[in-house]
Structure formats: C-alpha cells, structure tokens
C-alpha cells in the first residue's frame, strides 16, 4: 500500500513558476512509476508527466506541457516533484501525483496507476 500527499498547490500569476511535491510513504517506492495527472474545472483528468521507476527514470510529458515542466524523482527521500514554468490559464487545475506499474503504452493512462494523492490546486490568474 502506498499513500501520496501533494503539496505546493497556489495561485500565480500568468507567466510564473510553481513546484509541486509528492511524498509517498509505504515501501518499495523506487519500483513505481510516478505519474503527475491534473484535471480543470469541467473536464476530464488528463495526463501530465511521469517518470518510469525501477532504474529506468525516463521521462515523458505531455504535448502541452514539454519544455515548461520538469519532473524528478529522489528515491532517497520518497519524492517526486513537478517544477513547472511559464504558467498560463489553461494550466489551471486540480493536479494529482499517481504511483503504479504501467507498461509503457499506458504510461500516458490512469488506469495505469494504482495509487492516487488527494490532489493540490493551482490557479493562475492576473
């Protein structure tokens, strides 16, 4: 059993950065992919990122996100962190931090996933 807790969630303003935090607690964390998923007000919950575990550590991101979020892991410290920059409204949303096993053509899917945070909110406005 795993159980996640995000934090970091706010409000920023258009063009600004935050980062969000995932600390798992329960065992074997280094086996997991760790995922970051998010859903805004009215839609679906869509892929985010993820970072694949059990030494893999590849990375892969979502189309709209590329080159303005950065994943990482510390296995060390059970964490798992989404830096992300250049933020806009349409990134607004409730954001969760998942851990599962998904073979990799699932990576991008929830049912991937076994285990999911409550999720943190970020809200950019002006």
């Known amino acids: 059993q795993v159980q996640l807790v995000e934090s970091g969630g706010g409000s920023v303003q258009p063009g600004g950065s935050l980062t969000l935090s995932c600390v798992a607690s329960?065992?074997?964390?280094?086996?997991?992919?760790l995922g970051w998923f998010r859903q805004a007000p009215g839609k679906e919950r869509e892929f985010v990122g993820a970072?694949?575990?059990?030494?893999?550590?590849?990375?892969h991101y979502a189309d709209s996100v590329k080159a303005r979020f950065t994943i990482s892991r510390d296995n060390a410290k059970n964490t798992v962190t989404l830096k992300m920059n250049s933020l806009n409204s349409e990134d607004t949303a409730l954001y969760y931090c998942a851990a599962g096993q998904p073979i990799l053509s699932m990576i991008r899917s929830e049912s991937g996933y076994y285990y999911w945070g409550q999720g943190t909110q970020v809200t950019v406005s002006s």
């Open positions: 970072v694949r575990g059990s030494g893999g550590n590849t990375y």
């Open positions: 329960g065992s074997s964390f280094r086996r997991y992919t």
